[in-house]
């Protein structure tokens, strides 16, 4: 791609709308703009929006009347002259204007390239421009505020200390180097292993949020497993608070695996309710009960449900055979019943592992979804809430942190400066890799290439 093109896309999504936005980025965007207005002499002021009639420039056929925004470089979101044509979100009518400009000289801009050109005009770095992409996906608030934090710049303020730091430990050892006969004395390289334990232990604390982050971002699998009519279609449309599933007092009823997405606490929870496990002699049941095996193998957690009316079934006993190693917890069902006993989840798995409920009253709800967020909860390891939600900042910040226990560990053994320096710089390479200081064109290209045509 070249940065001296102009750019053009449709930044709002596909479809029928109120309003439709075309963006353009480059030095040519106003003279564009001026082609569509057939108004050489438009000079509109930076930062303020006008209201204009936009014709096609080959017929000159009136096509709109649009609201133009013109943000002069650098003060704009790509750093180059950008202008925004917020048309009537009709279809056909964006594409027309679309094509007027490309005919006109524009291009169509590549996957990320704005938010690209914002990076390489030093408008944001690479974990900001990740950020813009994490907030439009986010589908919660709670994802929001984390996006929001990371675009305001919180993860690149948060790793600026520690690449101080390190500087300032690589600067005696390079001395050292540099000046052969003054070897640094014992003291001062204890103190360095020192500051090299600190550092560890902050790159770690930060790595150790990805687990909470990845389920903020990406939600988090629940499959509702359990034989047939137990309930699991009850607890599922419960905790949707609506009659998603079909729900009978005839066994096997569910024959396929059915997700929704719920939030749970700002966590998105894709939950699956699944067919009930038995042996199955009807093929329809068979696959169902498949994809049930299927879902449990992708699930971050299992909601074994048990009807706690009826003593435990040698089908409990087979299923729970199948889960205990996962993450699950048990979920005794049909509290309502006279019948109902909570001794049962003592006969069976990790008795605090279990909650008891009612499908039917939706007794016990409440106390079932925290469970549900303890797995998400464990993971938080900071008081600031701040959270690592990219997985590539977390691989990152796991290899920077071994690049320092290599030295620290080179240290202990004695060893000469020069090898000492090479985890060092190492690391400091890997955090640059994060905000985009060292990262590679490679990795550039596939980080953008996520990124949606119009940002």
Known sequence: MSSKDTIVALSTPPGRSGIGVIRLSGERSLDHVRSLLDDNHFSPESHRVALRKIFDPQTHELLDRALITYFKAPHSFTGEDIAELSCHGSPVLLMHVVDALLSLGARVADAGEFTLRALANQRLNLSQAEAVRDLIDAQTQAAVRQAARQLGGELSARLQPTKDALIEIIVPLESSLEFVEDDLPQLTLEKISLQLTNLILALDVLAATFRAGRLLKDGLK???????????????????????????????????????????????????????????????????????????????????????????????????????????????????????????????????????????????????????MELFEAGSATDSGFLITNARHFDLLRRSADALRSSQSLILQGASEDLILVGLYESLRYLGEITGETTPEDVLSQIFATFCIGK
Not at 272 to 295: H, Q, S
């Open 222 to 372: 629940v499959a509702l497993i359990g034989r047939p009519n137990v309930g699991k279609s009850s607890v599922f449309n419960r905790l949707l608070v609506s009659d998603r599933a079909i729900v009978t007092e005839i066994p096997g009823t569910t024959r396929d695996s059915l997700s929704e997405l719920l939030n749970i606490d700002g966590v998105p929870v894709l939950l699956t309710d699944t067919a009930g496990m038995r042996e199955a002699n009807d093929p329809v049941e068979y696959l169902g009960i498949e994809r049930t095996r299927r879902a449990i193998a992708d699930a971050d957690l299992i909601l074994f449900v048990i009807d706690g009316s009826q003593p435990l079934a040698d089908e409990d006993e087979t299923i729970f055979a199948d889960i205990f190693e996962s993450k699950y917890l048990i979920v005794l069902n049909k509290s309502d019943l006279g019948s109902f006993n909570n001794l049962i989840c003592a006969g069976i798995g990790d008795n605090s592992k279990c909650v008891a409920i009612s499908a039917k009253t939706g007794e016990g709800l409440d106390a079932l979804r925290a469970a549900i």
